[in-house]
Every structure is written in structure tokens, then in C-alpha cells.
């Protein structure tokens, strides 16, 4: 840690990755605010106002947008944390545990819009569900009269987003349980005359709970400020207040552009309001939790037990979901209420293979930039880290959270703005860069577990035996994280590939990705191109996926003992 | 300009030196020679799978034909395009912009040419001279607002009603009619979205039925407004409940509404497209026990124009694409029920004969109407009445 020089070299790559993060962050908050208070030189408003605010409560139907992105924002965050948290209490360590989280895996990469298009299949008054049902058991010639689907109240939105965020939480709780001693914590609890379940809530779940507080957090901004998943299954008249400020920010109207900003801050007020609630929900349960646990009694088996059947729904839901977007893609003519379509065809996926390859080239080359980008930077960081100490990375992961904890919209329509000015917006750098924000902590934080958990003797041993840094990094550290570098890449990928805020606000709506076009298209679109276009959207993460799974396997056949 | 003056300036054209300048008077040889290997990118509405196709063939047309590359950036909503050029020049962006050419019309025209965005080229067009502006006056006034050449019309459009045959043999011919129709069936009719351009005509059909003094709706809308439109929101008040979802919820857009027919969610859709239900029977997405209905009374048209900013990075090659979107061959196709069933722009009596066998009597089946059966065209009112329409409906939808 000697010289003021070596200090920064030691701080460099921490900071360039703090940098790909914060700019884009600070900057599009700065351009924000601005025009909130009626800064927005672009469209000659110049002196600060508050008229903006005026218009935008003026709005019919904010209030409700505000309280609805707020309701199924905790809504969404609680019942899959709740979700999560009972199956793994009552499945923890039983042989369908592993095999639930093998299952969970695609459904996190499954981007966001492909779920919803397929759950949208699958509940809608017309869909595959009903369709099964009907007429024999329901009586329906018809499909009924019944909003299951952009129902008012934001459930299918709330069901949307359990579905897709459970199979995330899941994950992190599984990650979390390696860093906490579970199974001595679950013997002693056991052994105190706790039933199994009850012991997991009562002695692992606060210890797990405080390593997944971040990933719940996000969880809860990305509930709150969601727009794709919103615009495909949420309400309409109103939505909720992301999809709304989207409007105005894509609106004719240029002036619009103020209320959109000023619409923005509501939004990040919302969702600060909305970790309030949380954090007093934290404290409550931590009360109520202590006299619980303290109470001794084992009661509750039962119901965490009935309880843990939420998890395993939901992944057969996402399941289904993924197979009504696959069967609608090769469906021929298909008319409710026949369970299956008169017959299958390839044509459609002929037919839109043409228009589908512009925008699949796009979705690859943004992904694959930003997640290179991400993964240098995360690499570069983390290593720095090991050799220096961790004073090369004080707060980066920290800060790095920082995009995660904010709905997108906060600080995108700024962003934009910002990229406008310089003349960077539009082209796939844009895009890249607006992804790199999202795909950069998940790669980083997806790698910082694995370099924590690097056995450090291996490097150490290395060193003994006269290897410099570089050899060790090379030679020891990269082949040991082979599999977690390919997983932080799939990671990458899959959360690239999700983006559709970032792509429309960035690439000024003239850069198509398979994600755009889906969200476009389910507005009112074609199934059969609706399925098409969602299946090859899902696709490409799943099969990053399964790459960075298979890959190490055969690189490992020689070097069996790195399997552990 | 008649056909033969038409030959004569072609002639001219090719006769003519081909000049290196980027002079105005090289005429449509330079301009096509200036468009040679540039890409367009043509924002438009991308809801509809059956124009998404029409479009990605006209891509197939200008490439071989001009070595123009098309790229369609399929919108959710037109106003998407107008914020970006209006964006881009307001950033200081006068040239090389994002967009092209505009699949626009009524609002969105009057934005971009209110604010003098808009390239004036349409008149040059050769194959303008082709175009009916006595028989379909909307090809040069859009929404009671002179068009004067900065967009080029391409498709006619006509507000018409599709409704399940069996379920609905005898449709409802006026908006009374409707409503009693729907209080008998309740749930089973809706509208797109009023922020749709299909839901805000089927508002402004209404309005036009229903207004008690329709000559405010040709002027802008203004203190007019509130008399106007008050027998329109007193029939709605007592419509909505009857809707598809007690008019909680609507359809996105027409193709949306296309689903909720296929899938028997509701009785009645709406188009703007007089071809759609041959055009959808066609494709397997509404059933064959379709039919199509107008009011008695007539129905909304309008055309579909095509702009081109004044920051466009391609204009010529923008300009030569709406030329090929105005020739026969083009017209023929989207008139084709099978492809896009949308009625031509052009003036048949002004084509060859060989042009005009391009038009062959489509097959029509019993879900089309008869070609005289599609009653008079009524005028699109200003377009500030959609404005303050959409506007007040938000308003009352939400509240």
C-alpha cells in the first residue's frame, strides 16, 4: 500500500468500474431533477417552475397509478420473499431441493417480457388454462367477462412479477445458505425440540435474510418501477406510474417532457416510500420473529409446510407460461375453446425469420458488449481487491447496488436526455452503455461471491512456489473460476437481453431488439408472431445459460477435483 | 399531369444528363441516383403483422429496384417518431437524423408540419400525378388540414365494423342502434383504446352522428367544444357499462380487438380497413362466419400519408420510396385482400390498362361488403377535436 502512486493503481479498475456505473446514474438523476423543477434548455424552458407539478397531479388517475405502483411493488417483493422463505424452510436440505433450484435457473434467465407474453397466454379469459377447462368443466362456450388479465387492481402485474422474481430470490437464498452455518444452526434447533421448518424460519432465516437484503431491495425497486411487465399484463386506465411517464416522455408534445421528469422524481418517491414501508416491515417482523423464536413452541409446521407448495407454483407456472408462448409460435388456426390449435406449423417462424434477424443481431451484440465490458471491469476490480487489499474497493459493491435500488425510469428519461445533448444516443454504443449499468453490478456481484469464496491457500501456495501475480491470476485463479466467469457472462446476458427501458430510452427507439419487438407486439399483435418473437427472446439467455452449465463440465473432465 | 405528360417527363428524366451537383433541377434521375445504396429507416406503427409484411415487401421492392435498403422501426405509437425528430431538432440535430420517413397521419402530421419539420416533396413525385385528390379529397387534406405536399398519401382508410355473423345477424346500423344492441349483450362489444387512433375514431364517429351541429367539427376545437360533445358523453355514459369488461379495460388497438373477436371475448370489432375481414379470414385470424357492416350513415375515412422530416438522413431515398409506394404495382398489392385489403390512393382511370388489370375483382367472400354497400366517406373533424376528445375520455375513464 506504499506510494500515492501505487494506491491509485491499486484503485484504478475499482474506480472505472464504479464510473461505468455511477456517471450514467448521477448524470441521468441530474438530467432528472432538471426538468422537474422546469429546467429543459433543449425545449427553451429555461426558468425554474413548479408548473410541471401542477400538470402532473392534474393527471387523471395519478394518484391511483402512484398507490398501484406502490401496492404491487411490496406486494410483488413479499410474497416472493415469502415464497421463498417457506420452501426452503420446509425443503432445505431434502432431495427436491436441489432439483426445484435446478429448475429455477431458466426462469431467472427468461427475460422478463417472454414470461409475461406467455402468463398472458396462459390466464387470460381466451387462454390456455381456460381453454383446457372449457367447455367440459367450466361450461364456457365463451370465454367470460372477467378482467384476468390488465385487471384493474394490478393482480395479474403482482402474479407477473412473483414469477418472474421468485425464481431470483431463490437463488440468492440458495448463495446466502453457503455463508451461513445452516446446518449447525438447524442441528441446535432441532435438537431444542423444534420441528425442521420451523427451526429453518426461527434460527437460518434472519441469518440468510440480512445476506439477501440487497437483492430483496432490488427486487422491490425493479416491482415498483417496472415497465414491460406492466404495459403487457398491468392495468391500462391508469397504469401504473411507470408505463404512464413513459407515455408523456414519448409523447408528441415536447413540453410533456417536464411532467414526465417531474413524474420520475414522484416515481423515485415512490419507491423510497416503498423501502420505508419495507423497513418498518423489517423491524415489525424482527419484533413479532424474536417472540416467536423465543416463544419456544414449535407451532407452525403445518403451515410453512402448506405454505412451501407457493414456490414450486410458481416455477410450474413460469413452465407453462414458456410452453403457451412456444405452442402459440407453431399453433395454425386456434379458437377457444379447443385445448389445442387445429393443427401445428412451422410457417410462422419462416415467415418472421427475415424481420427477426435484425433485431436477435442487435439484442446479441448489445449483450455481448456490455457483458464484456462488465466482466473486464468486475475482473479487473476484484482482482485488485486480492492483491491490494480491500481498500482498492472500499464502496464499489456498494455503490454498484445503486441502479439496482432505483426503479429504471428515476433516472433513465434523464439519461436520455443526457445522451441526446452529447450526441451519443441511438446507436448500439448507447444501448450498451445504458445496459452495461444493469448488467455491470450483477456481473460484479455474481463474481465478488465466487472471489470471496476462492480457497485462498490455492493462490497462496502458488505464490510460495515463486509465481507472480499475473501467473497466479492466470494460471490458479482463472481456471478456478471458470464456471463462475461463465455464469457472471450468462448473467449478463440474460439481464442485457431482458432490458426494454434502457434500450427505448437509449437507442431513441430506433434500435430493435427481440425485446422491443415483443413488447411492442403484445399490444394487440398476432399470437403466432408473439410466440415466435418471445421464444427466440428467452432463447438466447437460456442457451447462454445452459452453455456456461455444460462448458465447465467438459473442460473439468480432466480435472476432477476443481469440482469441488 | 396526365399519363402521357407523366411519360414525357420520365423521358425527360432519363434523357437528361445524369449531374454530379447536388442542384434541385437534376430531377428524379439525380433524386433516384442520390438514394442508390442509402437506408431508410421508416418509423411506423408496428401493431399489425399484416402491414409489417407489406412493409418488409415494399423493402424487397426499393432494394431491387433503387438499391435502397428499408429498415422498418415498427413503433407502439406514431407519436414515438414525431418526439424523436422534434427531439433531435430541438438538440440541435438539422441533419442525419433518426428517422426518415413517418407512417403518419391527423395529430401527428399537424405537429411536425405546424412546427415546419417536415420536407416538402410529395407533389415532385412522379406517381403523385396518379393519385385521386378529386375522388378522395383526404389524399390532400388530412383531418380538414391542407396537406400542400409535406406527406404522400398510400393507403385510403375507412372506419368499418366486423361482427361474428351467427351471434350478430342483424347488426346495429347507428349508435342508438348500438347501444340498445349492447345493453342486450352486455360485455360483448368494446372500442380500442381512445390513445389508439381506431378507438379515438370510433369517438369521433359518434361525435359526428350525434353532435347537434356537425359544421364546429371542420374548425378548430374550441369553445365549441363543450356543446358539441355533450350528447356524445351522455350516450357513452350509458355505453361503457356495457361494454367488454363493464369499460373497465380496453384493447390496445385494432389487431388487439382482432383477438378478442377471433377468440370470442366480444361480437363486434373495429376496423379501419375496408379489406380486414377478407384479409384475416384470409390469414386464419378471425373466423369465416365474419361480416362486415357500416353505419348507415356512412363511416370516418381518411388516408394514410407518409412524411418525411426535414432532418432525415436519406431523404431522397425516403422520397423515393413513397414514390414506389404510389405506382401501381404497390398500390395493387395493398388493395389485394390477401396481403393488406387497404383501398388505393390512385385514380384507376389514370393508369394504363395493364395497371389497371393489376386490380382484377379480389376474391371477395361473404364476410367483405359489396363494393357499393360501403356507404359515403365522412370527413375526419380537425384534428385538435381528437386531441380534446382523447383528453377529455382519459379523463373520464380514469376518473
Redesign the interface.
Known sequence: MGTPRRRLSAALPALAAAGAIALPVLGGLVGTLLPAFGVLP???AEAPSLEQWRRLFAE??IG?AALLSLSTGLAATALSLLSVALFCAAAHGSRGFARVQALALPVLATPHAALAIGLLFLIA??GLLLRLLSPWATGF???P?I?TV???LGLALLLGLVVKETPYLLLMTLAALNQVPAAQLLAVATSLGQPRPVAWLKAVFPLVYRQIRLPVFAVLAYSVGTVDVALILG????PTLAPLLL?W??????SLLLPASAGALLLLGVALAAAGVWIAGERAAATVGRAWAAGGRGIGAAAIRAGAALLPLSLLLAYCALAAVALWSVA??W??PDALPERLQGGTWA?QA??LA?PAVNSLVVALVATGIALVLAVAALEARARHGPAALPWLLRLSALPLLLPQAGFLLGLQAAL??L?LE?GVAAVALAHLVFVMPYVLLSLSDAYAALDPRLPRVAACLGASPARVFLAVKLPLLLRPLLVAAAVGIAVSIAQYLPTLLAG???L?TLT??A???A?????R?LGVVAVAQAAIPLLAFAAALLLPAAVWRRRAGLRA | MTAPALGRRALAALVLPPLAARAEGDGWAGTLSRARGRTVAWHAWGGDERTNTFIAWVGQQVAARHGITLRHVRLRDTAEAVQRVLAEVSAGRREGGAVDMIWLNGPNFLALKQAGLLRRFADRLPNFALVDTVGKPATVTDFTVPVEGYAAPWRMARLVFIAEGRRVPDPPRDMPALLSWAGRNRGRFTHPHVRNFLGATFLKQALFELAPDRSVLARPADAAFDAAVAPLWSWYDALRPLLWRQGRVFPESGPAMRNLLNDGEIDIMLSFNPGEATASVTAGLLPASVRSFVPAIGSIGNASFVAIPLNASAPEAAEAVANFLLSPEAQARAEDPRHLGAPTVLDLSRLSPAERALFEAWPRGPEALAPDALGPALPEPHPSWMTRLTEAWERRVAA
Open positions: 433543449a425545449i427553451g387523471p388517475g391511483r379469459p381466451s362456450d365463451l370465454p367477462d378482467a390488465n385487471d384493474g392495468p391500462s386506465a391508469p407515455r416522455a414519448t409523447s408528441p408534445d415536447l395454425g388456426p379458437r377457444f415467415a427475415p424481420a435484425g441526446l445533448a450526441g441511438g431513441g427507439g430506433r430493435a422491443t419487438e413488447v411492442t407486439l399490444a394487440g399483435g398476432d399470437r408472431v
